[in-house]
């Protein structure tokens, strides 16, 4: 939309509560301003509802003396990408986490299909949570474009993202796109573990089966082992799996792949940055987020010393990702306190999900 359109239709909904700043079209944007006296934060507030509503964004800023209404921009009639791209990505990584568990684990078709099928259920329940809410809040985004990663990655995949492409118009939106993926990819992974864990056979079971593809280790020495969490470790105990080894989890497909899904969920589930906990936690805490951040990227960095695992993700979250959380269009909109206790529930989540030692030998 070219800017005189849009000034068309913004000065439509505000109609004469606010004045266009005609100096401002000639820096390129587009700036409403009135004077404290003559409008209320309410009636701000209302007007940048408003405008949400028709797919346009406004940012407030304010002097002691005037309120400053700047137009982001129209994303109603963004264009849409072409998503044959989507389907594409999504196909190829089912067949890439399909063929990297033939490859590695030595699994026949049945064990390929259902390790790949729950994956991708858990990642797309994940991804989908993000694009439903994001959807809901008029916030633009793209489908969710999948990673397939053959043989390179243990699991085929580097996972799925979303791209968000108009601004957070508010904490309230950040915070239901930002919690919406991990809780719809966590419950997906404990439906997917709990069945898992339910056909489980008895240790005799286990032991027959395992031992049609590789000798039966009663100690696992020097075996490749995934890692425990302490919901993992609950439900392994509750369901009566604990006859089933760590070192050996990797080779029942339900149970591997509930187990990603945890490992998923925790890590986007870090309070740091633009990751899925960073979002909830700059939603939940505002400025005062950079402080958890903080410490959990030292926690994170003194774990090196304890597992390798997390260095390349220490770099990552340094670098790229980066600790601090940018604001929303307009950070003054709270939390309800539903949102409040989900926020607070998934530091839960991401506490019991998260294991120390992804991967190790025994």
Known sequence: MKINELITETKHIIGDRMELDHLSKIYGTVIFRQDTDRITREEIESIIRALLANGIYAQLQFTNREYLLRVIADYSRVRRENKFLNLILFVSTFFTTGFTAAWLYGMDLNYSIQYAVSLLLILTAHEMGHYIYAFKHKIYATLPYFLPLPIFSPIGTLGAFIKMKSPIPDKRA??????????????????????????????????????????????????????????????????????????EIYHYPLI??????????????????????????????????????????????????????????????????????PPTMNDRVGLDSSRQGLGWLSYLIFITCFPPAPLYFS
């Open 174 to 247: 950040l915070f239901d796109v930002g919690i919406a993926g991990p809780l719809a990819g966590f419950m997906v992974s404990l439906i997917v573990l709990w069945i898992g864990f339910a056909r489980l056979p008895d240790l005799e079971g286990v032991r027959a089966y395992i031992s049609q593809i590789h000798p039966w280790s009663a100690s696992g020495e020097g075996a490749l082992t995934v890692g425990n969490s302490i919901l993992f470790q609950f439900m392994r105990s509750s369901m009566g799996a604990t006859h089933l080894p760590m070192y």
């Open 256 to 325: 591997f792949s509930g187990w990603i899904g945890f490992f998923v969920t925790a890590l986007n589930l870090m309070p740091i940055g633009q990751l899925d906990g960073g979002h909830i936690s700059y939603a939940l805490l505002g400025k005062r987020a950079r402080f958890v951040a903080i410490g959990a990227f030292i926690a994170l960095a003194g774990l090196n010393f304890y597992s390798t695992n997390w260095l390349l993700w220490t770099i990552l979250l340094l670098f790229v990702i980066r600790l601090k959380h």
